[in-house]
């Protein structure tokens, strides 16, 4: 053999999967192969290396340092070959899956989705709206709408939305006091999640020295859609993205007192493995989104 040539497609097949699983019995479970027949193909690849690339104990199988290093430049050329054929096949697979971060999912993707689906109608649209980090290699997952700084080892990464914030609250809620004229009246009324870190980062910006958290006690919602239904009710003033509560505002529902708004570098990011780029489903979602969200004057624009 000469230096440099790649051991056999099937070791590496079966090297990837072991990797994956972390078990030899379970990646032969899925290539339809003997965990005895995975052992050798791996073997085979390891002969090659000159090292091994699994730790072998009861049960589970482990991988050294070499191992973890090819692991990924390995799974990444899977990625690559599938996207390749998919390509040449000109062919979208019938099904996209995506994670979504609640808050997105239904104060944006929710109410504009209609539009990619009449532009591909023979393509159907699975949502996962959760708060969980996919894991690409293991769950069943096209792409994810994450929120986040972008900093994702191995994924291509498209900022969609920068997820700044400002204060928003029911009208009704801000006739009580008679009206919101500075950004002190806020602290006359109950805040929503007053143990959020933004709340202290706004009412510095406004110049305002104050605890936020030293306010009465509230529970902690845990995304945004919930703490905007609390203020629509009226139960208090809210931290909000702005972008993601234009119909909120149009409808009266909610006001954003000031116009000043702040940002952490917090934004909403569309992210899928690197090798996954050419695949047709995936690049046909990517180019809509993209240009979707900078229509509608979000990241992808600047």
Not at 11 to 30: C, D, I, P, V, Y
Not at 203 to 221: E, H, K, Y
Not at 248 to 254: D, K, N, R
Not at 266 to 274: A, D, I, K, T
Request: contains cysteine; hydrophobic residues 45%; charged residues 20%.
């Amino acid at each position: 053999m000469r230096d440099g040539a790649l051991p056999p497609l099937a070791a590496l097949r079966a090297f990837e999967a072991a990797a994956r699983h972390g078990s030899f019995t379970r990646a032969g479970e899925e290539l339809g192969m003997t965990q005895a027949a995975v052992s050798y193909q791996i073997k085979v690849i390891e002969d090659r290396v000159g090292t091994p690339l699994f730790v072998r104990r009861p049960r589970q199988v482990v991988l050294t340092e070499t191992g973890r290093r090819l692991a990924p430049a390995v799974s990444d050329a899977f990625e690559r070959l599938a996207a390749a054929y998919a390509e040449a096949r000109g062919t979208m697979q019938t099904t996209l899956t995506i994670s979504v971060a609640q808050t997105f999912a239904t104060n944006w993707l929710v109410q504009n989705l209609g539009a990619f689906q009449m532009l591909h109608p023979m393509l159907a649209v699975r949502l996962e709206a959760t708060q969980h980090m996919v894991d690409f290699q293991t769950e069943d997952v096209d792409a994810a709408i994450r929120g986040g700084h972008g900093q994702w080892t191995g994924l291509a990464m498209h900022k969609l939305l920068e997820a700044n914030f400002s204060p928003m609250l029911s009208p009704r809620l801000a006739e009580t006091i008679g009206g919101i004229a500075k950004p002190e009246d806020l602290l006359r009324l109950p805040l929503v999640e007053p143990g959020d870190p933004w709340w202290n980062q706004w009412f510095a910006a406004a110049g305002v020295v104050t605890d936020s958290t030293s306010g009465p006690p509230s529970p902690r919602l845990g995304v945004q859609t919930l703490a905007a239904r609390a203020a629509v009710a009226g139960r208090g003033v809210a931290i909000l993205t702005p972008a993601l509560y234009r119909d909120e505002v149009a409808q009266g529902l909610l006001v954003q007192p000031f116009d000043l708004i702040c940002t952490d570098g917090l934004g909403y990011w569309l992210v899928y493995p690197e090798g996954r780029r050419n695949v047709p489903k995936i690049r046909a979602f990517r180019e809509w989104i993209t240009g979707a969200v900078a229509e509608y004057g979000g990241a992808a624009g600047t």
